[in-house]
């Protein structure tokens, strides 16, 4: 038996129980991992709510990412052994499986080697973040040297792997947030700018920054009213990757600014590249030598114990974190 974490109807924080479980053996294409830390996320807090891209199955699990130990192999499964130090990638359905328990069974494709150099806490805070901003920023947007880009929400853990990746290409990137108190961290962060959009005007200090070329490729997670503005923030044939919808409220196609300027406004999410192979496999491959070269370094704002979950969630939803919030198992 081992200690999981479920919720038998939606709603905040405290609908989350502890439960005992059997996870028995993997089948076959899965593993069965000792969990050492947990990586939580947006998605967890939506699914929680019933407000994500897909409705939970009551009672259901949490849980996309983490790091630990393989204990068992299912059949068919190459290049993983027992004992190998791993981290488990968002590349799954909560519905199927999830990772917010001390022992998870979880599919081979979704297992990948620990990162040289990093901790369990550390491997927890790569793959989502990562995975999501090398699909809008490198995949898909093929964003290149002295390009700008503008990244809202900015002090979450995917906006700051977005400022490491542009800026490990050359890019100008362009840290949103909505106040100057996180304005000093996220420059110590490695953004090149920072503009608080409730305190100056967004549009006017992208075109200051980029000489009134306006920015490329914005990466927002946020929607809502803000993408008009975002809209005429860009420059001719940009790109606005909406791959959130934290603001909840309605989005308007900003339709003028699409025709002036030519824009594509596209949604996106990270199974895009999880769900591909060969996409797969080269975000892994730039994410490694990324991490490698010391140009993404993970960033880990706090973390809790595992009896703690629930408290880490409310901690979440106060958005008060610069980084990745991680639950560490004992």
């Not at 919808?245 to 989005?251: H, M, N, W, Y």
């Not at 600014?257 to 030519?262: D, E, H, N, R, V």
């Not at 730039?286 to 990324?290: D, H, L, P």
């Given at each position: 038996m081992t200690k999981a974490i479920r919720f038998h109807d939606t709603g905040g924080p405290d609908v989350l129980r502890f439960e005992d479980a059997e996870v028995g053996a993997p089948g076959e294409g899965e593993v069965r991992v000792r969990v050492e830390a947990i990586g939580l996320n947006r998605a967890e807090v939506m699914f929680r709510y019933g407000q994500y891209l897909e409705d939970p199955k009551l009672p259901a699990g949490l849980g996309y990412e983490g790091a630990g130990v393989v204990e068992a192999v299912g059949a068919g499964v190459d290049g993983i052994?027992?004992?190998?130090?791993v981290s488990v990638m968002p590349a799954f359905s909560m519905n199927d499986y999830n990772f917010y328990a001390e022992q998870a069974i979880v599919p081979a494709h979704a297992v990948t080697p620990r990162p040289k150099g990093?901790?369990?806490v550390q491997a927890s805070a790569v793959w989502m973040p990562y995975l999501t901003a090398y699909g809008a920023l490198i995949d898909i947007g093929k964003l290149s040297a002295g390009e700008a880009i503008i990244i809202p929400a900015a002090s979450s853990s995917v906006g700051l792997a977005a400022i490491q990746i542009a800026?490990?290409?050359?890019?100008?990137?362009?840290?949103?947030t909505r106040t100057s108190a996180k304005a000093d961290r996220l420059r110590e962060a490695g953004a090149a700018h920072v503009i608080a959009t409730e305190e100056q005007d967004l549009v006017a200090e992208v075109m200051k920054i980029t000489d009134g070329a306006g920015a490329r490729l914005t990466f927002d997670p946020v929607?809502?009213?803000?993408v008009e503005t975002l809209a005429n923030a860009m420059g001719q044939g940009g790109i606005i990757f909406q791959y959130g919808?934290?603001?909840?409220?309605?989005?308007p196609f900003p339709l003028f600014?699409?025709?002036?300027?030519?824009l594509s406004v596209r949604g996106y999410t990270l199974f895009e590249v999880v769900g591909d192979a060969g996409r797969m496999e080269r975000a892994k491959a730039?994410?490694?030598?990324?991490i490698e070269a010391g140009?993404?370094?993970?960033?880990?704002?706090r973390t809790f114990d595992f009896a703690d979950m629930v408290e880490a969630h409310r901690y979440m939803e106060s958005n008060q974190q610069l980084g990745k919030i991680v639950v560490t198992v004992p």
């Open positions: 052994a027992e004992g190998d130090a990093l901790d369990a800026n490990s290409v050359g890019a100008i990137s362009i840290a949103a929607a809502g009213p803000m919808a934290l603001s909840g409220d309605a989005t600014a699409a025709l002036g300027k030519g730039f994410i490694y030598k990324g140009d993404l370094v993970p960033t880990v704002d």
